[in-house]
Nanobody, 120 residues
Framework: QVQLVESGGGLVQAGGSLRLSCAAS??????YGWFRQAPGKEREFVAA????????RHSSSVEGRFFISRDNAKNTVYLQMNSLKPEDTAIYYC???????????????WGQGTQVTVSS
């Protein structure tokens, strides 16, 4: 049974940092992604990475502040978030699927989400 379990969310002041983790169990996937959804807004791509870590993508809104990485031994994907802004406030979801994509549709499995709140 495949499970994606996110952790690491919380409340932080603007300018602070958080690291999200997504532990995958059951199998390994070719692509992993982070998406976020703020209240009243559409789900938004944040970052994605291949299983080898060789291919990474970050959205323009987080480029230079967030960094996606992967630990194959632990089958875990991380999202290091620095210089956080109030507009980064959202529920962050981890996803896994057959390709690395900024589009949510190819991802077959999703975590339950973790709340990130950035205060001004």
């Amino acid at each position: 049974q495949v499970q994606l379990v996110e952790s690491g969310g919380g409340l932080v002041q603007a300018g602070g940092s958080l690291r999200l983790s997504c532990a995958a169990s059951g199998r390994t996937f070719m692509g992993y992604g982070w998406f976020r959804q703020a209240p009243g807004k559409e789900r938004e791509f944040v970052a994605a990475i291949s299983s080898s870590g060789a291919l990474r993508r970050h959205s323009s809104s987080v480029e230079g502040r967030f960094f996606i990485s992967r630990d194959n031994a632990k089958n875990t994907v991380y999202l290091q978030m620095n210089s956080l802004k109030p507009e980064d406030t959202a529920i962050y979801y981890c996803a896994a699927g057959p390709i690395v994509s900024a589009d949510a549709r190819p991802y077959d499995y999703w975590g339950q989400g973790t709340q990130v709140t950035v205060s001004s």
